[in-house]
């Protein structure tokens, strides 16, 4: 069954203070993986997408890297309005299949 | 331009009734999924729907049915509510593309509770 990991849960930092969160994949035929931000009460919005191995793509203080079994989301030096749920979902299978299997989130809190 | 408009933004219902949701994707999008997603989880798919057809379902029951209008815009109905049915209720659009799921862009979602 095609199942996505996130880690931590949770992670509490101070302002400037770099870290990364992991997105671990088990599916049959990865397509694509995608990185999402969630603020309360509102729905996710588009950060990345990544297709294959070893492929990379930053956006201000995140960068996403991807591996054959993971993926994971640095933030340098971040700032409490980073401050939010990271996401991470894959897309697999068969061309036909447009459905995303979604992780459990990581809620990122960054203290001033 | 208006992103993915969802209404209600609330909506409490009692177990048994029904409940009909309402999205409008972005401008230009022709594709609408619908996602459930409850309290500290992340979401889980609907369906998706394109030209008016359900063009995929995912593992939910027949209580869970949609529609798409030829303006694009989309409903999710929900018969014989349960407990469980509590949950924010996200609808995403983006256009048709490729294999590969395009940028999605999602709506603030309806909170559907059940009682």
């Known amino acids: 069954e095609d199942q996505v990991t996130q880690s931590p849960e949770a992670l509490r930092l101070q302002e400037g203070e770099s870290s990364s969160l992991n997105c671990s994949y088990t599916?049959?035929?990865?397509?694509?993986l995608f990185w999402y931000r969630q603020d309360p009460g509102k729905g996710p919005e588009f950060l990345f997408t990544?297709?294959?191995?070893?492929e990379e793509k930053e956006k201000e203080r995140l960068k996403a890297t991807l591996t054959k079994k993971e993926s994971f989301l640095h933030i340098t030096a971040p700032k409490p309005e980073d401050s939010a749920t990271y996401l991470c979902a894959v897309q697999a299978g068969e061309d036909s299949n447009y459905q995303l299997i979604w992780g459990a989130g990581t809620k990122l809190i960054i203290k001033p | 331009d208006a992103g993915v408009t969802q209404s209600p933004t609330h909506l409490i219902k009692t177990r048994g009734q029904q409940v009909t949701l309402r999205c409008s994707p972005k401008?230009?999008?022709?594709?609408v999924s619908w996602y459930q997603q409850a309290l500290g989880q992340g979401p889980q798919f609907i369906f998706q729907y394109y030209e008016e057809e359900e063009r995929q379902r995912g593992n939910f029951p027949d209580r869970f049915s949609g529609h798409q209008f030829p303006n694009y815009s989309s409903e999710l109905n929900v018969n014989a509510l349960l407990l469980g049915d509590s949950a924010l209720y996200l609808c995403?659009?983006?256009?048709?593309?490729?294999?590969?799921?395009?940028?999605?862009?999602f709506g603030q979602g309806t909170r559907l509770t059940v009682v």
């Open positions: 401008s230009g999008h022709d594709t």
């Open positions: 599916v049959s035929g990865l397509r694509g």
């Open positions: 990544l297709y294959s191995a070893g």
């Open positions: 995403a659009s983006s256009l048709r593309g490729g294999p590969i799921v395009p940028e999605a862009f």
